[in-house]
Structure formats: C-alpha cells, structure tokens
C-alpha cells in the first residue's frame, strides 16, 4: 500500500532542482525538506521543485513545504514550483503558497525567471 | 443510484485506497481527468482529517459513493466520509491563510479549505457521535 517519493538533485550554477517522483505525504514532505535544507547548507539560495513525477500531494506534505518557503523567506532565497498538475496547482492557489513560492508552467521558464 | 461503501482501516495511507475508488466510479460517469483528480485529492484530504482528528474507537473510516443522475446517465458524484469518532464544530474552526501559517509554529489544518476549493458541494454533518463529510462534483 506503501506510495513512497523518490527525490533526486540536480546542482547548477546558482541554482538547484529538486526532481520528485511519487506521493508528497508527511514523509515525503519530509523527504523534500531534508534534501531542500542541505541544498541551503551548501550555500544554494535559489532552488526550484520540479513535480512532473508527482500525480498526488496532501496537506501534511504541503504543510512541510511551507516550513520549506518560510526558511527561504528568512534567508531571502528563492523557492519556486513548476510542471505541477492541474489539481495541485490549484489547491497551491487555494491555500496561497504561489503568493510566496511562484508556479511556473515548465522547467525552462522556470530556471530562465528564477535566475534573473 | 448506485452506491458503493469502504470500510477502510485507519491506518497510513488509507487515504490512497479511498482515492483508487474515487477514480474508478468518476471514471464510470465519464468524468474529465482533472476533475477526477479534484475528487481524489478531496477524498485524500477527508480520509486524512478523520485519521488524524476523529479519535473514533473504532479505528475506521467509512467511505461512501454514489452515482446519481437522470435516466441512466448519471452526471453526479457523491462522496460521504465518515467517522464514529468525538466531531467538532465546524464553525469553530479558523479559516486557514498562508500569511497566518507562515508565522504558526503548526502549519497543517488545511483540508477543509482545500476539500471546498475543489468540490461543488460540501456538507460537514458532525455531533458526539461522528462526523460526515459530504462532497459532491458533477461530471
């Protein structure tokens, strides 16, 4: 029964994206955290999450990544979204995330603002 | 009208299981996929309130769908998430923003507000002994 995410980083000039494959629960908001905060350890402030493998999110693991926005908020970092689904970014927009952590449509739209 | 109920152990992850079924029956009235994964993730968020909140001694969560519509062609979902466990008020609750979230050292208690974001109808029927939710889509 177990929906387990797979999370993979890819380090860029500047930037970082994190890739996530499979169901953003507690434990896998959790998986997205760790992986977000060591990003900020190693000095990257602009990161970008990548939820094309992602099909099914709750509101736990949505929870978590407001933990995430509020640490960049603190740093001033950047945090953006893109390749969501139509659903999850629209219950991004229900509770407000995309005011602080922008959606963008694809990944090349995506690094191309973020960068600028 | 057809119907159709699960009685789903509260254990992790449930959640998904209800959301299989929801699929499946939004698929049989020929509901479009985004509005299939509206249900689903609505019916995710129900079965999670009820596990984390519900406290019901039973330890189960009762999901039930109907189909309803004119004449063999039904149009409408129906989906009623229940619990035996303590209920609350529902107009007690704060409504949640980001701005607020923000700066809580909890940052969950969100479904609510989604499950309204996302289906036509909803409907919280909740007293000492259970709570319902009640969601509706048309296809």
């Known amino acids: 029964m177990t929906e387990s995410l797979n999370i993979t980083v890819d380090r860029r000039e500047g930037l970082a994206v994190i890739y996530t494959e499979g169901y953003i629960n507690n434990q896998g908001g959790e998986e997205i955290a760790k992986a977000a905060y060591k990003l900020l350890d190693e000095g990257y402030k602009t990161l970008l999450l990548n939820l094309a493998g992602t099909k099914i999110v709750n509101s736990i693991g949505i929870s978590i990544l407001i933990e995430i926005i509020e640490k960049m908020i603190e740093i001033d970092g950047k945090l953006g979204f893109c390749c969501l689904t139509p659903t999850i970014e629209k219950t991004f927009h229900i509770m407000g995330l995309a005011q602080y952590a922008p959606i963008y449509p694809d990944e090349a739209t995506a690094v191309a603002q973020m960068r600028s | 009208m057809r119907e159709v109920t699960l009685a789903l152990p509260m254990v992790p992850e449930m959640e998904i299981e209800a959301s299989k079924t929801a699929t499946a029956i939004a698929e049989s009235i020929r509901m479009s996929p985004d509005r299939i994964d509206e249900v689903r993730m609505a019916v995710v968020e129900a079965c999670i309130n009820a596990l984390e ?30 619990d035996t466990g303590i209920g609350f008020s529902p107009d007690g609750l704060e409504e949640p923003t980001i701005e607020g979230k923000l700066k809580a050292v909890r940052k969950r208690g969100w479904g609510l507000k989604i499950i309204r974001g996302l289906m036509d109808e909803v409907e919280i029927l909740s007293g000492a002994d259970g709570t319902t939710v009640v969601m509706s889509k048309m296809r």
């Open chain 2, 53 to 82: 909140h519900s406290h019901a001694s039973d330890r189960e969560v009762y999901v039930t769908f109907q189909v309803l519509g004119e004449g063999g062609d039904p149009d409408k979902l129906r989906i009623m998430v229940r």
